[in-house]
Each structure stands twice: as C-alpha cells, then as structure tokens.
T-cell receptor, first 112, second 114 residues
Framework: GENVEQHPSTLSVQEGDSAVIKCTYS??????FPWYKQELGKRPQLIID?????GEKKDQRIAVTLNKTAKHFSLHITETQPEDSAVYFC???????????FGGGTRLMVKP | DGGITQSPKYLFRKEGQNVTLSCEQN?????MYWYRQDPGQGLRLIYY???????QKGDIAEGYSVSREKKESFPLTVTSAQKNPTAFYLC?????????????FGEGSRLTVL
C-alpha cells in the first residue's frame, strides 16, 4: 500500500519567515495530495490540495509543489504569522482513489 | 447546521471492556472513515465505508469493528482484542466517488484505558 513520509516532525520559525514541509510517497498511481492543518485541540481541516496534472498551486500565503517523477510534494508558507502555528499533515490517495494515507505530521511553531 | 458529530469526547475504559464510539453526519456524504491519531504517527486508517451496509478494513483494523446500517451513522467499537487502545479517534466523511474530495472531520474522541 501507500507509504507517506513527512519531514521535519517539528519546525520553529520567526514570524515573517517562510516555512517548508516536505513529503514523499511510494505509490506512483497516487494522483491527489491534500494538506490538512490541525490547530491545538481542534479537528484537522483542509487548507490546500493538488492534483497530479499540475506542478504547483497557490492560495495567498500558501503554496504546494508536486514532483511526480521524484514522488515528493511540499507545502510552502510565506510571511508566517503566529496563527499559522499548528500541526500540518500531508496525504496521498491510493491507486483506487478511495483512501488517504497521511504523513506523520509536522508541528510548526511561529515565534512572534 | 451541517457537520459531523462524535461522542463521547472523553471516554475511560477498564481493560477487557468493549467500548463504542459514535459518529453521525448530516452532510449527506456517502463515504465515512475512522482514523486513529497517536503522537508522531499521523492519522492511521482503521476502517472506511463507501456505502450503506458495506465497509472495508484500513491499515490498522485489528481489534476494531464497525457497522454502517444508516448513511449518516458509522459507529466504531474498540474491542478487548485491541492491544493498545488508548488514543485519539477521529471520524471523517466525504462526498462519495473516487479520487479527491475534502475530508470533513469530527472533533474526535479521546479514549483512555485504565
């Protein structure tokens, strides 16, 4: 089955700096890669996703890049703010498209 | 107000007891999922269901059971066969069909085995 690895497990940045979280996946048939944000004590929520037919997608301060050849994708957050502090999870679907496998999560801390 | 509701929020259980976690959604979603969340291990899939009266095992189904008798309900039973049941359990749902689609999560249930 699909295996998703996520790095780093913790990331501390100064407010205003950029943050990058990287994930690799194993199943070359995966074609959907979402990112979820989980604030402390809250449920995970989708913040951005990318499909395999594009290499990059942006939404304000958040962007995701995908390299299908290398089987990795990354989340980029620019101009970080304290409210960006949370745990971020990447995920990839399986070849049947009906399941998501999640990475281990990255705890991002933005210091004011 | 549409959403997905899990109960109870906190649950304590003695070793050897079964316990059932409730998950209800009024989003009219076909697919429902149960994930287990442990520190540093992300979200691991226990069971999922794409349609009423049908469900499939996920990556860590041993020691768990589910049912899907109604579209809006997908309860999870943690049995005494689960070796390490203390964890945070998240239920999720999405519109049916393959490939993509946002997962909507409940607020979770924290189970502690004493």
């Amino acid at each position: 089955g699909e295996n998703v690895e996520q790095h780093p497990s913790t990331l501390s940045v100064q407010e205003g700096d950029s943050a990058v979280i990287k994930c690799t996946y194993s199943d070359s048939a995966s074609n959907y890669f979402p990112w979820y944000k989980q604030e402390l004590g809250k449920r995970p929520q989708l913040i951005i996703d990318i499909r395999s037919n594009v290499g990059e997608k942006k939404d304000q301060r958040i962007a995701v890049t995908l390299n299908k050849t290398a089987k990795h994708f990354s989340l980029h957050i620019t101009e970080t703010q304290p409210e960006d502090s949370a745990v971020y999870f990447c995920a990839a679907n399986n070849n049947a498209g009906n399941m998501l496998t999640f990475g281990g999560g990255t705890r991002l801390m933005v210091k004011p | 107000d549409g959403g997905i509701t899990q109960s109870p929020k906190y649950l304590f259980r003695k070793e050897g007891q079964n316990v059932t976690l409730s998950c209800e959604q009024n989003l009219n979603h076909d697919a429902m999922y149960w994930y287990r969340q442990d520190p540093g291990q992300g979200l691991r899939l226990i069971y999922y269901s794409q349609i009423v009266n049908d469900f499939q095992k996920g990556d860590i189904a041993e020691g768990y059971s589910v049912s899907r008798e109604k579209k809006e309900s997908f309860p999870l039973t943690v049995t005494s066969a689960q070796k390490n049941p203390t964890a945070f359990y998240l239920c999720a749902s999405k519109i049916g069909g393959i490939n993509t689609g946002e997962l909507f999560f409940g607020e979770g249930s924290r189970l502690t085995v004493l």
